[in-house]
């Protein structure tokens, strides 16, 4: 064990400064509501005071609209004054971002509210509350995330629409599917071996990369931890990342669920195992363990509960296309794409719950904290999930599911599991949700006078 001068925020500081004396600025970043990177850029001169006194941040940094622009949920931003309270850095997160000469530091944020506690409208926060709840099972969740994207060309068309990049090098525009193309791969080369190399300076654990089933569109794999609040910080740094590599490369990245009509979109797998000392209770092949089973049934159960936490946005509904490698429905399968449950193939001792559902667009910390929630509540009451579900899937949009942003938010807000789990946080998501949806369906899109000038 380190003496406590050498654990402290401070120390550690010092030793990354005098190991990386090059760096300028050191940026202290949060994850707002919609999973974007938010903070302030210091000047190393003053820096260490972000790890002895913090860093006074307002609380409504967390319930921001997609854009940015303040939704002032229950009040809060607004009627309590908007006040400050004070930010620290989390322990183990100070890592270099970029190369020379633009190389800076990079320290992941948490908030405390103004009596000193966690706040309770961070997102990383809810994740640990969440993670707090579940850890009544006496099991330790083993989670890794995949993310989907799509890389596009800066330029939009003429009707302001994204189109596929030019790849680059060939310097022809992508048109083809190419699903886990290898020749995909070596073009893109030099963007995936950047995305790797940034990614291991900032400590991400990324793996394996594919080709998705789109012009453009790719996925990258986070290797498994049995930390689900770590596997949440890896996914969420990893979308801006990617997004800066891009860019770097003339190229730029979106994890927008649904960018193009008729083509599929974009996903944040998730994938979850559990172990009790130091064995994993899915384990049980050729019969599936009453556990795993049970698992299933909670996040069966509580999925319409958490539709709008897995899609945050309008566009993110449009995701939910039948026969288009999305899930419509509460069913599960062993093996079976088509499911939004899926246990894949392989090994024994590495059975594990592949949740499918959320879109690659969402907050992974939100995602993270309704799957344990879900599964939790499975646990607890036994539920069973019925027969795994054989042959396509894909094609049956379950109506009890609501694949409608304003009819999600309301599930959201009369749920029972996901109420007593996250209390008035419930409320806090679904209206600064409500308050985005109001304002992005306030524009007359193009296609509308099209249809009815």
């Known amino acids: 064990m380190p003496d406590k001068d050498q654990a402290s925020p401070a120390a550690e500081f010092d030793r990354f400064r005098a190991a990386h004396p090059d760096i300028a600025y050191v940026d202290g970043v949060f994850i707002d509501l919609n999973g974007t990177l938010r903070g302030k850029r210091v000047p190393i001169s003053d820096a260490r005071k972000l790890f002895t006194a913090g860093m ?28 400050d309270s004070t930010a620290m850095p989390v322990p183990g997160t100070l890592v270099t971002v970029g190369k020379p000469p633009h190389r800076r530091a990079q320290v992941l944020m948490t908030q405390s509210d103004p009596d000193g506690g966690p ?11 969440a993670l707090e709840q579940f850890s009544k099972t006496g099991l330790t969740p083993v989670v890794a995330v995949e993310l989907e994207f799509f890389l596009i060309d ?40 950047a995305v790797a190399e940034e990614a291991a300076r900032q400590g991400i654990p990324a793996t394996t990369a594919v080709a998705e089933y789109a012009p453009g569109q790719f996925e990258i794999n986070l290797q498994h931890v049995a930390d689900p609040v770590a596997a949440a910080d890896h996914a969420a740094l990893l979308r801006p990342l990617i997004k800066h590599v891009a860019r770097e490369q003339g190229m730029a990245a979106t994890f927008m669920a649904k960018p193009y009509s008729g083509t599929a ?38 999925m319409h509960e958490a539709m709008a936490i897995f899609a945050p946005n309008a566009n993110a509904f449009r995701r939910f296309t039948p026969n288009l490698f999305v899930p419509v429905n509460r069913r599960w ?10 246990i894949p193939a392989g090994e024994d001792d590495a059975m594990r719950i592949e949740h499918r559902v959320a879109g690659a667009d969402a907050n992974p910390y939100l995602v993270l904290a309704a799957i344990l929630i879900g599964m939790k ?12 579900h054989d042959g396509d899937a894909s094609d049956f949009l379950d109506p009890t599911v609501p694949f409608e942003i304003m009819w999600a938010l309301e599930e959201l807000q009369n749920s029972k599991v996901l109420r007593a789990a996250l209390g008035v ?29």
């Open 154 to 193: 800066p330029s939009r068309t003429a009707a302001g629409a994204p189109q596929p990049p030019i790849c680059p090098t060939t310097g022809v525009r992508e048109k083809a599917i190419s699903v886990y193309g290898i020749n995909d791969l070596d073009r893109y080369e030099r963007f995936l071996t």
């Open 333 to 342: 399968g062993i093996n079976n794409r088509s499911t939004g449950l899926r």
């Open 377 to 388: 509540h499975g646990l607890d009451n036994a539920i069973d999930p019925g027969p795994p």
């Open 425 to 453: 946080y419930v409320d806090v998501y679904a209206e600064a949700k409500r308050v985005e949806y109001k304002r992005f369906n306030a524009t007359i899109p193009a296609h509308e006078h099209d249809w009815y000038l």
């Open 56 to 83: 006074q941040m307002p609380g409504d940094i967390f319930m921001l609209d997609a854009r940015g622009e303040m939704t002032n949920p229950l009040g809060l931003g607004s009627e309590d004054g908007d006040p």
């Open 265 to 302: 979109g974009s996903g944040m797998h998730v994938h979850v195992s559990l172990v009790k000392d130091g064995r994993n209770v899915f384990a049980g092949m050729p019969g599936l363990t009453d556990t795993l089973r049970h698992a299933v049934g909670g996040l069966a159960a509580t």
């Open 119 to 129: 706040l309770q409208v961070e997102p990383r926060n809810v994740l640990i509350s």
